[in-house]
């Protein structure tokens, strides 16, 4: 089985990194692979580059060889949807399980991301979130978990995807926007994120102009 971490990364930090290694150990995961968003859909416009976040990615990922930058995303024109990488990976990578790793937070607002079901269908989803099932109140989405829930990691693996799971991930409040700020301010980020994404920050001068 294959994770797919989507995200803007702008730039990537603990939380990322901590959460995506829990999922890989927890269900096995052969790999990880960060796909960094090149336009956002539902939100503020990254403020560092497509390649500036690429760049923070593969040094966030240097010593830990089942993490893999992908950069599927980065090379298309036009809004990232992740319908179409999706679909891209499932061509690129037949019949393996693609789990798509989403933070409760993202998941809340899965329906409104463009074709939820056929992303579903392409794909197991799991959840990483505090310990504890959850099902959410917006009923599009309850009904989504209430026909996919599954807590077995089994059915994970009998099917290339279709159903969701709920994994508990330790909780770190980090957030790339309180990084951001944090930066332009002149306070140090240090401890949320690693030290060679912090180098780059620097030497880049990157989020200066954030507010
Ligand atoms: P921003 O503050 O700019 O919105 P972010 O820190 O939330 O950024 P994103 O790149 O937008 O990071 O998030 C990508 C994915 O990572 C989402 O699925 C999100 O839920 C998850 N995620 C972000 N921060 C954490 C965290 N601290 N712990 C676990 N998952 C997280």
Same mark, same amino acid.
């Given at each position: 089985?294959?994770?797919?971490?989507?995200?803007?990364?702008?730039?990537?930090?603990? +939380?990322?990194?901590?959460?995506?290694?829990?999922?890989?150990?927890?269900?096995?995961?052969?790999?990880?692979?960060?796909?960094?968003?090149?336009?956002?859909?539902?939100?503020?416009?990254?403020?560092?580059?497509? *390649?500036? =976040?690429?760049?923070?990615?593969?040094?966030?990922?240097?010593?830990?060889? %089942?993490? =893999?930058?992908? %950069? &599927?995303?980065?090379?298309?024109?036009?809004?990232?949807?992740?319908?179409?990488? $999706?679909?891209?990976?499932? %061509?690129?990578?037949?019949?393996?399980?693609?789990?798509? $790793?989403?933070?409760?937070?993202?998941?809340?607002?899965?329906?409104?991301?463009?074709?939820?079901?056929?992303?579903?269908?392409?794909?197991?989803?799991?959840?990483?979130?505090? *310990?504890?099932?959850? $099902?959410?109140?917006?009923?599009?989405?309850?009904?989504?978990?209430?026909?996919?829930?599954?807590?077995?990691? +089994?059915?994970?693996?009998?099917?290339? +995807?279709?159903?969701?799971?709920?994994?508990?991930?330790?909780?770190?409040?980090?957030?790339? &926007?309180?990084?951001?700020?944090?930066?332009?301010?002149?306070?140090?980020?240090?401890?949320?994120?690693?030290?060679?994404?912090?180098?780059?920050?620097?030497?880049?001068?990157?989020?200066?102009?954030?507010?």
């Amino acid at each position: 089985m294959i994770g797919i971490y989507g995200g803007t990364f702008d730039p990537i930090h603990y +939380g990322h990194l901590r959460s995506a290694l829990e999922v890989m150990e927890a269900l096995g995961l052969e790999e990880v692979r960060f796909l960094p968003l090149r336009q956002a859909v539902h939100r503020q416009q990254p403020h560092a580059s497509a *390649p500036q =976040r690429l760049a923070m990615v593969q040094a966030a990922l240097t010593g830990q060889p %089942e993490f =893999r930058a992908d %950069e &599927t995303e980065l090379g298309r024109t036009g809004p990232s949807y992740m319908i179409d990488s $999706l679909q891209h990976l499932r %061509e690129t990578l037949p019949g393996q399980t693609l789990c798509l $790793l989403l933070g409760s937070d993202a998941f809340n607002s899965f329906m409104d991301w463009r074709q939820p079901e056929e992303i579903a269908d392409l794909c197991h989803i799991v959840v990483m979130q505090r *310990p504890g099932y959850w $099902l959410p109140e917006e009923p599009r989405l309850r009904a989504l978990v209430q026909e996919r829930n599954t807590q077995s990691l +089994g059915a994970l693996l009998n099917a290339t +995807g279709g159903q969701i799971y709920f994994q508990p991930v330790t909780q770190l409040d980090i957030s790339a &926007t309180d990084i951001r700020r944090r930066v332009v301010n002149a306070q140090s980020p240090r401890y949320l994120l690693p030290d060679s994404v912090i180098r780059i920050i620097r030497e880049q001068n990157l989020y200066a102009g954030y507010h």
